[in-house]
């Protein structure tokens, strides 16, 4: 009969009885079966803090970005927290650098004073604190170096920290390990109990890769290496397998959440992650990957409002549940703009 081969047609998904079309006609159907919506709530701003007062410095490679005094930021970041944005990542910029990162762990560091100002000016905003030696070295390594000159593991771990306890004392909401020294989650943890933060969560950096998408990053924050790489360190990007068994040792030393970045070239890396634990997924769109984006429209090779949300929903769709990105401000706004 006409209507078995019809049914017939319809259960195996042939053509014409089914049309895919049907569902992309209008907005108002794409928007009523849209699978993967990003909220401005999920989104982590990046910020670069100096010492001083009145002071913004624009970063030429990251456009849009500005190293700023904690007077400014606290401008910067009430911006971000009435878009809607959920938390800003600090990372401080200093030159009082030596070769054990004194200034890391300094109660009136830059970024300590940052977070203070923060959490008085804008207390619902979730406050992240970047914790590494590489801006605080004079050596530009994120871990303390031997005498051979390579990075020395446990040593480091100690002054790691010291570093994240200071955070905490300032206020942080949320401290972010992205030194990938072994051990430093469990050490963080220990540090932070033992000196009564025991509820200052820790999200870890677990699988940072060794990215040449990190070049705009160390002009901001300059923290560029003096000599050598950080392949000894961070991860060689061809590895997933490798990002499972970082994501695991993390987890048991006790990280809240953890982290894989870069984001955009290293979406199976999110996704496997997703599937490899419960806890919550952060993914870092990094400078680099922020400022192709950036480059590209204003030569006006791409539209800078779609390429940047197709981006950030494709690490959401990947399996992110915190997407760290530059565009956060703009982002929120713009997906305010599609709600209404
Ligand atoms: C510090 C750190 C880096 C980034 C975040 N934390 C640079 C690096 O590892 O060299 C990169 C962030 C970005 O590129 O946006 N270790």
Redesign the pocket.
Known sequence: MGSESTETAAATGAFPIVRHRRLRRTDAIRRLVREVVVRPSQLVL?MFAVAGEGIRQPVDA?PGIARLSPDLMVEEARAAYEAGVGGVLL?GVTDQKDAVATSAHADDGVVQQAVHALKAGVPDLVVIT?V????YTDHGH?GLLGADGEVDNDPSLDVIARTAVSHARAGADVVAP???MDGRVGAIRTALDSSGNEGTAIMS?SA?Y??A??????E??E???GHGD?RGY?MDPPNIREALREVRADVAEGADMVMV??AATYLDVVHAVRGATDLPVAA???????SMIKAAAERGWLDERQAMMETLTAIVRAGADIV?T?AAIDAAKWMKEDAS
């Open positions: 990046p990251l990372f970047d590494c030696l590489c801006a994120c992205s030194d990938m950096y940072k060794a990215s998408f990190y070049g705009p990053f160390r901001a924050a923290s560029a290496p950080r961070q970045k870069p870092y769109h990094v400078s680099g990957e922020y760290i530059y």
